[in-house]
């Protein structure tokens, strides 16, 4: 486990790695702890712009020590755009993922809503996801922590639905076709076993909008 101090010490040093200057969005636990959600984190979670950016992460990170972890041992089955995993013993551990968090994009949209950023130096650059899109990378990942996680999100902030219903119809215009019905199954699933007080309108509309994209689909 990482707190937040030895998380941005990391980071700092990391940022002294790097070859040129680079940015990056933080998601998950990362994000969680920055938004104070969490006092300690085991993945350190983050989104590239682009391929080259993660590799020059990556390097930097694996100067320090860091190796490759099989991402298979997190996710069970091979995931389409899963992370590349780095870790250093039993520490912390990097999930770095491109554009993609498994079966999500990390949207234009989502990068306009992370409005807070924290700079490492002078070639690194933390953007912190906004915590609406939080709960959909977390839908994404769809692990037994992460709904916990988005548990702790909707009962500690603020949480305007709107925005999590159309940034899910956006992901269906970028090509994620599955992406309004995976929300609505995570969120039904929060609502009945751990008891979130998600509103029953908002599932409704969210199957609702499947019902009319099946419709589309046929005609």
Known sequence: ?????????LLQNI?????REITVYAVGGTAMMFHGMKDATK???LVFNDEKERKIFEKAAKSLGYKEFDSIVVYGTKKENQPIMLARGD??????????VI???FSDNMKKRAENTIEFGEKLTL???DVHDLILMKCATNRQKDAEDV????ETQKIDWRIIIEEAKHQVTLGKSTAIFELGEF?????????????????NELFDLVIEQAKEKKE
Request: avoid cysteine.
């Open 1 to 9: 486990m990482i707190d937040v101090n030895e998380q941005q010490d």
């Open 151 to 154: 548990q702790t999100i909707i």
């Open 187 to 203: 969120l039904e699933k929060l609502k009945e076993e751990l008891k979130v007080d998600i509103p029953k309108e908002v599932i």
């Open 43 to 45: 993945d350190i979670d």
């Open 127 to 129: 953007k912190i996801a």
């Open 103 to 105: 079966s999500f994009f």
């Open 15 to 19: 940022a002294k790695k790097l070859k």
């Open 91 to 100: 520490a912390e551990r990097f999930d770095l993922f491109n554009y993609h």
